[in-house]
């Protein structure tokens, strides 16, 4: 598994991570759509921690600068 993932772009999936996860908890998003969006937020901080992202693979994606 190579690294595809860029600095910016795991840093921007963090964000978004913390973002679901406090409005969460605030409860201002629940149910059905809150579960959802932290599957998503849990996928995005998975992601952030191994630097690889499937579906960039699957586009030809690379963010990453190293080689």
């Given at each position: 598994?190579?690294t595809?993932?860029?600095?910016?772009?795991?840093t921007i999936?963090?964000i978004?991570?913390?973002?679901?996860g406090?409005?969460?908890?605030?409860?201002?998003i629940?149910?059905?759509l809150?579960?959802?969006?932290?599957?998503?937020?849990?996928?995005?901080?998975l992601?952030?921690?191994?630097s690889?992202?499937?579906l960039?693979?699957?586009?030809?994606?690379?963010?990453c600068?190293?080689?």
């Amino acid at each position: 598994m190579k690294t595809n993932m860029g600095a910016l772009d795991k840093t921007i999936r963090i964000i978004i991570a913390i973002i679901i996860g406090y409005l969460y908890y605030n409860g201002t998003i629940s149910g059905t759509l809150g579960i959802i969006l932290m599957v998503f937020a849990a996928i995005f901080l998975l992601t952030s921690i191994i630097s690889f992202c499937p579906l960039y693979t699957i586009f030809g994606i690379k963010t990453c600068k190293k080689k």
